[in-house]
């Protein structure tokens, strides 16, 4: 592996909520510059907790966390880390706290320094890139839960991150909807780390695939994935994919 492409590089990180067992074990996790790697595991078995490690959100017991080369450990090394990679939440209502949806997605670029009319020149532009234009006067807590999930991922991209931490960006989405952040995602060429439990999508716009087991990370060479073809000839009935 190239160490100057290397974005994100932890090692040995274990972390237990307080109380309880260890949702990650000793894991070792590398995110290259270009990665498009897609992360699976069954419920609770860690992505999310993984992901807020990455962000600073929460602390390791144990472990080291590199990223872009450096080590964060303090708070105020995830300042940085923060302005470099946008997490967006599994929960829409977890990223979404301003009254109106210009204001949520100005709001990022405010933080990063910019002023006033730079920030909402920039929240007008990434509305625009994901054909939201016409929600920028919109109260976010009336959304509903896919639009809310669209103007999160505004929100991400208004920041002009380096790297994306996408947790179930798809999930209770309509296809066409779906359809959109696959195409987003696409043209943005960013690297990224994505949580689904859609194999389907994964197949579509990642590279690689990573499962959490144990508190691990494990790249299984087993897991190949394949698109399956959805012509459905036995309608509603339940049905098997060959
Ligand atoms: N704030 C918390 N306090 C205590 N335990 C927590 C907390 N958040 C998560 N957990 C527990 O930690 C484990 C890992 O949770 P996490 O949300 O990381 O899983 P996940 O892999 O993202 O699951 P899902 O696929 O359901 O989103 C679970 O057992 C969960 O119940
Ligand atoms: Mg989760």
Redesign the pocket.
């Known amino acids: 592996m190239d160490s100057n492409n290397l974005i994100i590089n932890l090692t040995d990180i274990s972390f237990s909520?307080?109380?309880?067992p260890k949702?990650l074990d000793n894991l070792d996790l590398q995110l290259s510059r270009y990665d498009k790697v897609g992360l699976i595991?069954?419920?609770?078995?860690?992505?999310?907790?993984?992901?807020?490690i990455i962000m600073g959100l929460l602390k390791p017991l144990s472990g080291k966390i590199e990223i872009f080369g450096k080590t964060a450990k303090e708070e105020k090394d995830f300042i940085s880390v923060r302005r470099k990679i946008g997490l967006l939440f599994?929960d829409a209502d977890d990223q979404l706290f301003s009254p109106t949806v210009l204001e949520d997605v100005a709001f990022g670029p405010l933080n990063l320094g910019r002023s006033r009319d730079e920030a909402v020149d920039i929240a007008r532009k990434t509305l625009d890139f994901l054909d939201l234009g016409e929600f920028e006067d919109r109260l976010t807590y009336k959304l509903s839960g896919g639009e809310k999930r669209l103007v999160s991922l505004a929100t991400v991209l208004a920041m002009e991150p380096e790297t994306l931490l996408l947790?179930?960006p798809t999930t209770g989405l309509d296809e066409k909807t779906k359809t959109k952040i696959k195409k987003t995602l696409c043209e943005l060429d960013l690297s990224y780390i994505l949580?689904s439990?859609d194999l389907d999508l994964l197949f579509e716009i990642t590279d690689s695939i990573y499962t959490?087991k144990n508190g691990k990370i494990i790249v299984d060479d087993k897991v190949h994935l394949h698109q399956h073809t959805h012509a459905h000839p036995h309608g509603l009935y339940s049905h098997k994919h060959k």
């Open positions: 909520y307080p109380g309880s949702v595991g069954p419920n609770g078995s860690g992505k999310t907790t993984l992901f807020h599994q947790d179930e949580i439990h959490i």
